[in-house]
Nanobody, 123 residues
Framework: VQLQASGGGLVQAGGSLRLSCAAS????????IGWFRQAPGKEREFVAA????????EYADSVKGRFTISRDNANHTMYLQMNSLKSEDTAVYYC?????????????????WGQGTKVTVSS
């Protein structure tokens, strides 16, 4: 499966952005999807994940209540709605896919990665 992330940009603290991840490939709807981020000088970290069916989601504690992950399997697109953004949310955001149904927080479980989209939150 191939993934293409988009929607990043510059936003003021307290603002919102919606990231998109377009998937392509014959079985693009057969994967659980995760969003990860990597800030300058830091390791890539888990942000959110969604089960194949879309019925189960997982979030990092730092984004709970502010971010919402969703997916539209019919259109092979996944989303990360980010509200109440903070300066510490500044990072390059990556969408990733793993075979199977489980929404995993473990970065090593994801074999397929998009190219990343940069989010900058100004304070």
């Amino acid at each position: 499966v191939q993934l293409q992330a988009s929607g990043g940009g510059l936003v003021q603290a307290g603002g919102s952005l919606r990231l998109s991840c377009a998937a392509s490939g014959r079985t693009s709807s057969s994967y659980a999807i995760g969003w990860f981020r990597q800030a300058p000088g830091k390791e890539r970290e888990f942000v959110a994940a969604i089960r194949l069916t879309g019925r189960t989601t997982e979030y990092a504690d730092s984004v709970k209540g502010r971010f919402t992950i969703s997916r539209d399997n019919a259109n092979h697109t996944m989303y990360l709605q980010m509200n109440s953004l903070k300066s510490e949310d500044t990072a390059v955001y990556y969408c990733a896919a793993r075979r199977g149904t489980i929404a995993s927080k473990d970065i090593s479980q994801y074999a397929y990665w998009g190219q990343g989209t940069k989010v900058t939150v100004s304070s």
